[in-house]
């Protein structure tokens, strides 16, 4: 069971950018999935989820601005995030919810500057 997080980058605010996470190992419908992240000194916090039955939820963070997906056929996950602001600069991750059901990828590094 694998979680591959891609995607991030150095982006100045107000810019843009979309994460994947391509889930192997199983099938990507069998589970519900969510970005969590991770900002330097802090705890990992959810910031979007996805249900196997559609339920979607953001944190109130980033309402308005990220945009969660699923591609079951591709067993992906995307983040679209917009609107990016300095406070959105963390490592960003996928996994379940509740997380730890398998084991957490690398994480891919979003950084925005002012």
């Known amino acids: 069971v694998q979680l591959v997080e891609s995607g991030g980058g150095l982006v100045q605010a107000g810019g843009s950018l979309r994460l994947s996470c391509v889930v192997s190992g199983f099938t990507g419908d069998d589970y519900d999935i969510a970005w969590y992240r991770q900002a330097p000194g802090k705890q990992r916090v959810l910031v979007a989820r996805?249900?196997?039955?559609?339920?979607?939820n953001y944190a109130d963070s980033v309402k308005g601005r990220f945009t969660i997906s699923r591609d079951n056929a591709k067993n992906t996950v995307y983040l679209q995030m917009n609107s990016l602001r300095p406070d959105d600069t963390a490592v960003y991750y996928c996994n379940t919810v509740p997380p730890g059901m398998v084991s957490w990828g690398k994480g891919t590094l979003v950084t925005v500057s002012s």
């Open positions: 996805q249900d196997t039955g559609g339920y979607i």
